[in-house]
């Protein structure tokens, strides 16, 4: 009876053992299947939607359609230097190759000219225009720059449609001269000057610092730029790899764009150009 019985005891404990083990192994391919299909579906939200910043969304498990919010446009203070700003105070205009400004766009209104201390070299009253109500922000962004040591200086802002004209001309003649066709002379001019209509420049909302040059990315005043222009509302609006989406403008890393601080922040954190937000927030009635 006593070795029948510890037989039994002996296959009792066997059988509680392989039992033990099985369970081990479901439980170890449930959660290897688990692991497995929510890193795949991780990684198809992030390749076909940008995630949304951590500032904008608290909650992990909302989807995109739930985060994306319309423009929020409740003033919300900001002290930016001497200058209490709105965070969410925005100029909207989209213009691009697409998106010329209307025939009958006042390119002169709300312009004013700002002072000769933060133009780069020697510059005509006549050029030194900004649109007035972003320049608060730019000044507050530039002083700081400079408090920080960074050399930094506007070469070009505000452009009426005649100036853009006299640049784009040129850019043809300079084609032509080299013995370009009409057609590729226009097609070459294009590229690096605005069709007359269709520049930023003409906004007030954009500006030019220190040296057209792509150079100008290995700077400290470049460096500086990337770190701190969402806080006062700018974005570098030309970027390389979204050269297709705005309008096939070169890389410009001189070249930045008032769009106000949240947006600059939220599109930075979804590395979305102005095209791409806009379209993302239904601003404006443009052509994409
Ligand atoms: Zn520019």
Known sequence: MASKSKRQQAILKRNIFLGSVSLVLIAAIVLIAWVVASGLSDSDTNNQSPTPSQNE????????????????????????????????????????????????????????????????????EVYRKIDKDIWPYLKAMMDAARADGIDIGIISAWRDYGTQKTLYDAQIKKWKD???????????????????????????????????????????????????????????????????????????????????????????????????????KGIGDYIY
């Open 178 to 280: 080299k013995g370009y066709s009409e057609e590729d002379a226009i097609k070459e001019a294009s590229s690096r000057v605005a069709v007359p209509g269709t520049s930023e420049h003409h906004s007030g909302l954009a500006v030019d610092f220190n040296a057209t040059q792509t150079s100008f990315e290995n700077t400290k005043a470049f460096a500086w730029l990337r770190e701190n222009a969402e806080n006062y509302g700018f974005i570098m609006r030309y970027e390389k790899e979204k050269m297709d989406i705005t309008g096939g403008i070169i890389y410009e890393p001189w070249h930045w764009r008032f769009v106000g601080i949240n947006i600059a922040k939220e599109m930075n954190a979804l590395d979305m150009c102005y095209e791409e937000y806009c379209q993302y």
């Open 57 to 124: 969304s608290t909650d992990n498990t909302s989807s995109e359609a739930e985060t994306k919010k319309p423009l929020d446009t409740t003033p919300q203070p900001v002290q930016l230097g001497d200058f209490q700003g709105d965070a969410n105070f925005t100029k909207t205009i989209l213009v691009n190759n697409k998106n010329p400004l209307p025939q009958d766009h006042d390119y002169k209104a709300n312009m004013m000219v700002f002072p000769s201390e933060y133009k780069w070299y020697s510059q005509a």
